[in-house]
């Protein structure tokens, strides 16, 4: 057996720990170098020079990359928060449940995921979403009798699109592929703006069937709330006395400078930032405490998605990634279908959109571009696919959404397996077919 094909296999193997330890909820650093001693020691690579060079490389390319931009966003959410910004927004869009007298509770699960995409689309991390309205959602569940285990489709459908498919979001998996791609934040618009179209539409015919079925079984809030219930969460349910025009300015501001003059992704947040100070300065208490949580909550996603590229750096550096790339090249079909295959199963393998976005960009950045494909196009089919496969069980997010939630994979998970992995892969054949119909910008 060759050592090429002796690599390859440890390669696999080490895509499989990957999921494994993913899947138990490992420390994503830790499953990051796991994974990677395994593809050194398979591929017989030298152990120092492998982990000096190749992982350490991919690990500070990417902070290198995208620290700032990450740096930025956490202060913004932060900003965002702290200012009760974010609970004037969700307030008001909440409000407009008492217009629904029929189909109350499709309505809430739609606001709520209204709510949830528009803060991921003017800036604000998702999974800081999650922690900023778990309370809210909860007294509105209850409120309403909405069955509990929708908390995880009004989480997480609309971030599907939000975060991955309309050009010009500040999301994070919309930003990575600029320094791998030279591409920017609009990328494909006509491409992405259809595509979100298009999944939106699959998503509420999905609600809309699903709730239908849980008012004939008689669902309420309980027995999928009863952990939540008696959860200690601070819910400050106050309206802060500002208008909602000015909550919504910094937020408008960040898509305007990052999609009219095109500023780099840093820029434009920390620009924002600055708007958002200016307004909210009389609100702001704790700044002190506000920077360092911010800077906390970017070291972290910074730590976690570069222990992922930094195992693409070592994949690169095996004997075996020739193999690979021989495999993409015999993928069947067209260039389309050979970006969305190879971006979705680097996706599936770290359970993260973000990590396998870094992951198949570092290691296939160069063969993707030379697809004959324009980067900007690989650039939205490789958003598009990297939310498909990412929210498999093993997902890291997934588990940490269930546990702000309280709930369980048996009670919720189909909500996410048909919001963020059957519908968005449904999506990416949409898009692969609009890219052959000669769609490209």
Known sequence: MSISTISVISIILGLVILMGLSFRNFP?????????????????????????????????SFAQANFLMLLMS???????????????????LISLLKHFKKNQKFAAIVIMG??????????INLFVTVFLLVGIYRELAQEIDLPWHYYMASCWASSTFCMTMIPGSPAIPNLIPIPYLGTDASAAPVLGIL??????FLILIYLWVSVKQSEKKGEGFLPT?????????????????????????????????????KFAPFVSLAIGCLVAWIIFHNQLQGIKQLFADGAFNALTVCGNVGAIVGFG??????????????????????????????ISIAAGATGSASGGLGLGLEALGDKLLALDLPPAV???????SCGTLDSLPHSGGTFMMLGVGKLTLKNSYKHIFWTCTVIPAIVSVFAILLVNMGILY
């Open 195 to 200: 595509s979100a179209i298009f999944c939106l």
């Open 74 to 92: 956490s202060f913004f959410a932060k900003l965002m928060e702290v200012s009760g910004a974010t609970r004037v927004i969700a307030f008001k």
């Open 225 to 261: 709330g009863a952990l939540i219930k008696d959860q200690s969460i601070s819910v400050d349910m106050s309206m802060p006395d500002i208008p909602l025009w000015k909550c919504l300015v910094p937020s408008i501001v960040i898509l305007v400078v990052l999609n009219g003059p």
């Open 28 to 60: 994503v650093y830790a499953v990051g170098i796991i994974a990677s001693l395994v593809v050194i020691i398979g591929s017989r690579m030298e152990l120092m020079p492998s982990l000096e060079k190749s992982y350490s490389s991919g690990f500070v």
């Open 378 to 384: 690989i650039h939205r089919l490789a958003t598009i």
């Open 313 to 342: 750096s070592v994949v690169a550096a095996s004997p075996g990634f020739t193999a690979i790339i021989n495999a993409l090249d015999s993928i069947p079909g067209t260039d389309a279908i050979k970006v969305v295959v190879s």
């Open 114 to 123: 209204s709510i949830t995409g528009l803060f991921t689309l003017g800036g």
